[in-house]
Nanobody
Framework: QVQLVESGGGLVQAGGSLRLSCAAS????????MGWFRQAPGKEREFAAT????????YYADSVKGRFTISRDNAKNTVYLQMNSLKPEDTAVYYC????????????????WGQGTQVTVSS
């Protein structure tokens, strides 16, 4: 079992940066791949980034590639999403998720979800 809690969201101006954190608890966190998803108002939730259990493999949505970086620190049971060069279209609730397996980009492949943290980018 894994419990996830996101933090680090907030209000920033376009071009700014934020670092989201997702603290995990559970006996097998280090064996789980992690993902970040986001959901803008009136839109469906979409994939943003994923990282393997070792941290050595990452994948990004085209919309965030080159601007966002996903990483994890298994000693701290935490996954991060460093967001740079933020744009108004990045405004969304950001969710972290965990799955007992490798990296994945589909919501249905994840087993555990955090409550979400709001990111708002002003123009």
């Amino acid at each position: 079992q894994v419990q996830l809690v996101e933090s680090g969201g907030g209000l920033v101006q376009a071009g700014g940066s934020l670092r989201l954190s997702c603290a995990a608890s559970g006996r097998t966190f280090s064996t789980y791949a992690m993902g970040w998803f986001r959901q803008a108002p009136g839109k469906e939730r979409e994939f943003a980034a994923t990282v393997s259990w070792s941290g050595g493999i990452t994948y990004y949505a085209d919309s965030v590639k080159g601007r966002f970086t996903i990483s994890r620190d298994n000693a701290k049971n935490t996954v991060y999403l460093q967001m740079n060069s933020l744009k108004p279209e990045d405004t969304a609730v950001y969710y972290c998720a965990a799955r007992d397996g490798g990296t994945a980009e589909l919501e249905r492949e994840y087993d555990y979800w955090g409550q979400g943290t709001q990111v708002t980018v002003s123009s």
